[in-house]
């Protein structure tokens, strides 16, 4: 024996779909992974060390001594960690967030994504760098990969609440 939804009509309605339900997991994810990312960096900003091993000495380069341009730059990935809650909340308002998302989730992608692959084809002797030590495990199983992780989850995010646009 089966339950069917009947509608008004007498025929089977469709179930409502919760669009936002459908998206939490990933906007949970999304958000988290973002945080994270913004929260060491707000940490690296205020002149914390645990860590920064694992980032390359480049990246470290550009910012020694003036640590507090990375404040702007944590600031940045917490707005876009929250951007996915701050749409379900205000989406009337803010239309252009899922462009916004779109584009942001296609640059996480490629960058965690390239920088994966790269790492890690490093990391098993496949490709040979001078790059080694802490900085390659950090960029081949935690940064990169957590980049990757985030920009895939708003895509999911994206998807799954795509009905939502138009309310």
Do not use: C
């Amino acid at each position: 024996m089966t339950i069917q939804n009947v509608g008004a009509d007498g025929g089977t309605a469709p179930k409502p779909v919760n669009a936002a339900r459908g998206g939490a997991p990933s906007l949970l994810i999304a958000t988290f992974v973002g945080l994270v990312h913004a929260g060491v960096t707000f940490y690296w900003a205020s002149g914390g060390q645990f860590l920064l091993s694992t980032v390359s000495d480049r990246a470290t380069s550009i910012f020694d001594g003036n640590e507090q341009w990375l404040y702007p730059v944590g600031a940045i990935k917490a707005l876009f960690a929250l951007l996915p809650l701050l749409y379900l909340l205000m989406r009337r308002k803010l239309k252009k967030a899922r462009v916004v998302l779109g584009i942001g989730a296609l640059v996480l992608i490629l960058w965690g994504g390239i920088n994966t692959v790269t790492a890690n084809l490093n990391f098993f002797g496949v490709l040979e760098s001078g790059v080694g030590g802490n900085e390659l495990i950090g960029h081949a199983f935690v940064w990169d990969p957590l980049f990757f992780v985030w920009g895939m989850a708003v895509v999911v995010f994206l998807v799954s609440t795509r009905k939502l646009k138009d309310a």
